[in-house]
Nanobody, 112 residues
């Protein structure tokens, strides 16, 4: 079974940027859609962004559209999430997803 491992989280000041990475242990082209979700403390998990590993088409949550960019590298079996102009509401555990597959997440904290 393919495993997903996230990295790149950390502490960033408001207005700053981070790039999250999701490494898949197998071919992402076979997974179809891959995405990012996030879960803030005490809140439900919410959708952030999704990309088709075949067509490259993307979908974003309204709260991140224009600030976040999801991308992929099929050759490296990687999916990325470029996050710009971060604010405190972006603080959460960010998880990589494909269907029923989930990574363990990487934490992002936006604070001055």
């Amino acid at each position: 079974q393919v495993q997903l491992v996230e990295s790149g989280g950390g502490l960033v000041q408001p207005g700053g940027s981070l790039i999250l990475s999701c490494a898949a242990s197998g071919s992402i082209a076979r997974l179809g859609n891959m995405g990012w979700y996030r879960q803030a403390s005490g809140s439900q998990r919410e959708f952030v962004a999704q990309i088709s590993t075949i067509r490259g088409t993307t979908i974003y949550a309204g709260s991140v559209k224009g600030r976040f960019t999801i991308s992929k590298d099929n050759a490296k079996n990687m999916v990325y999430l470029q996050m710009n102009n971060l604010n405190s509401e972006d603080t959460a555990l960010y998880l990589c997803n494909s269907g029923k597959l989930w990574g363990k997440g990487t934490p992002v904290t936006v604070s001055s």
